[in-house]
């Protein structure tokens, strides 16, 4: 089993910026992709982000430019987020894929919302 506790979320003016964290912990794979989706209300969830142990990263194209996933060697993965609109709000769950089950474990959700 992995374990993974996210934070960060809040209340955010547009244009301004929060940065998630999630921490993974059990049985990690030494390969692994962890990262963020996000889901709205009414919405299913979408993709954000991702990043490789290895730091390959990849984004959707709603948040390129604007949000950039990071990790540490600690199994952290960061999501900075600038540039914030209204349509970012939703809640962000961090998830970690192992490469060896390609099995997929996901936080509990952190909420992100953006308005004046």
């Known amino acids: 089993q992995v374990q993974l506790v996210e934070s960060g979320g809040g209340l955010v003016q547009p244009g301004g910026s929060l940065r998630l964290s999630c921490a993974a912990s059990?049985?990690?794979?030494?390969?692994?992709?962890m990262g963020w989706y996000r889901q709205a209300p009414g919405n299913t969830r979408e993709f954000v982000a991702t990043v490789t142990t290895s730091g390959f990263t990849n984004y959707a194209d709603s948040v390129k430019g604007r949000f950039t996933v990071s990790r540490d060697n600690a199994n952290v993965v960061y999501l900075q987020m600038d540039s914030l609109k209204p349509e970012d709000t939703a809640v962000y769950y961090c998830f970690l894929r192992n490469w060896d089950t390609r099995q997929d474990y996901w936080g509990q959700g952190t909420q992100v919302t953006v308005s004046s």
């Open positions: 059990g049985s990690i794979f030494r390969f692994n992709d």
